[in-house]
């Protein structure tokens, strides 16, 4: 039997005017973690929200927060969502010429760092923080926006992501974020975390994460 996977529902989805109440049902539901989606209109072509929502839900839940940040230059923030107690932090490569730099601070403070990357950039691109990071996302989706489609053809970096950390002992999670339902679940099996808004927020919450969690 493997492990069940972690769920990390994606607030994006959820009823900003009652965040608060959102988050303790999902975790009430089962959620492990709760991943914060950090949008900048630059890097991608959304506006979300930033350091001080993060800081303003931290008391409320015991979940980790897992910050996903779609922004230009997260170097000038992280000192910001550190102190706003962010669990997990995971930058674009695309994003910054700093990435060694992001990773380390990141470490250094006592959280854990992710690298993640967009449906068309290739995975050797990040190869060479593989050695140094806690967990790597796999986008299924253009970051940007919730409610898309599952892109099949992104498996294959879930699936060589879980054969690199076999053959190096590497001791990333694998995390996947887009499109995560009943139907495309399965083709997960090779990560340990999920994202899922709107598959969450839309349906019955525990049911939809019950679900998801069992699937592996
Ligand atoms: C997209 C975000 C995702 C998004 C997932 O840029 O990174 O976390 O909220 O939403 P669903 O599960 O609806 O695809
Ligand atoms: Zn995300």
Same mark, same amino acid.
């Given at each position: 039997? &493997?492990?069940?996977?972690? !769920?990390?529902?994606?607030?994006?989805?959820?009823?900003? &005017? *009652? #965040?608060?109440?959102?988050?303790?049902?999902? =975790?009430?539901?089962?959620?492990?973690?709760?991943?914060?989606?950090?949008?900048?209109? @630059?890097?991608?072509?959304?506006?979300?929200?930033?350091?001080?929502?993060?800081?303003? +839900?931290?008391? %409320?839940?015991?979940?980790?927060?897992?910050? @996903?940040?779609?922004?230009?230059?997260?170097?000038?923030?992280?000192?910001?969502?550190?102190?706003?107690?962010?669990?997990? !932090?995971? %930058?674009? +490569?695309?994003?910054?010429?700093?990435?060694? =730099?992001?990773?380390?601070? !990141?470490?250094?403070?006592?959280?854990?760092?992710?690298?993640?990357?967009?449906?068309?950039?290739?995975?050797?691109? +990040? *190869?060479?923080?593989?050695?140094?990071?806690?967990?790597?996302?796999?986008?299924?989706?253009?970051?940007?926006?919730?409610?898309? &489609?599952?892109?099949?053809?992104?498996?294959? *970096?879930?699936?060589?992501?879980?054969?690199?950390?076999? =053959?190096?002992?590497?001791?990333? #999670? !694998?995390?996947?974020?887009?499109?995560?339902?009943?139907?495309?679940?399965? *083709?997960?099996?090779?990560?340990?975390?999920?994202?899922?808004?709107?598959?969450?927020?839309?349906?019955?919450?525990?049911? &939809?994460?019950?679900?998801?969690?069992?699937?592996?």
């Amino acid at each position: 039997m &493997s492990k069940p996977f972690i !769920i990390a529902p994606s607030i994006l989805s959820a009823d900003f &005017s *009652k #965040l608060a109440e959102e988050i303790k049902a999902v =975790e009430k539901a089962g959620a492990d973690w709760i991943h914060v989606d950090v949008m900048d209109g @630059h890097f991608v072509p959304n506006l979300t929200i930033g350091a001080p929502v993060v800081n303003s +839900i931290r008391p %409320i839940t015991k979940a980790q927060l897992d910050v @996903h940040l779609m922004i230009d230059y997260p170097e000038k923030y992280l000192d910001d969502f550190l102190a706003a107690g962010a669990d997990i !932090i995971t %930058i674009h +490569i695309e994003s910054t010429t700093k990435a060694a =730099e992001c990773i380390q601070l !990141i470490k250094e403070s006592g959280a854990k760092a992710g690298i993640t990357l967009k449906p068309g950039t290739a995975l050797s691109d +990040i *190869k060479k923080y593989l050695p140094s990071v806690d967990l790597v996302l796999v986008m299924t989706v253009e970051p940007g926006f919730g409610g898309q &489609s599952f892109m099949d053809d992104q498996v294959a *970096k879930i699936d060589e992501l879980k054969k690199l950390r076999e =053959e190096n002992n590497y001791n990333y #999670l !694998i995390e996947v974020d887009g499109g995560v339902n009943a139907a495309t679940v399965a *083709k997960c099996k090779n990560a340990d975390v999920l994202v899922a808004g709107s598959f969450v927020f839309k349906n019955d919450y525990a049911q &939809s994460i019950k679900t998801l969690k069992e699937a592996k």
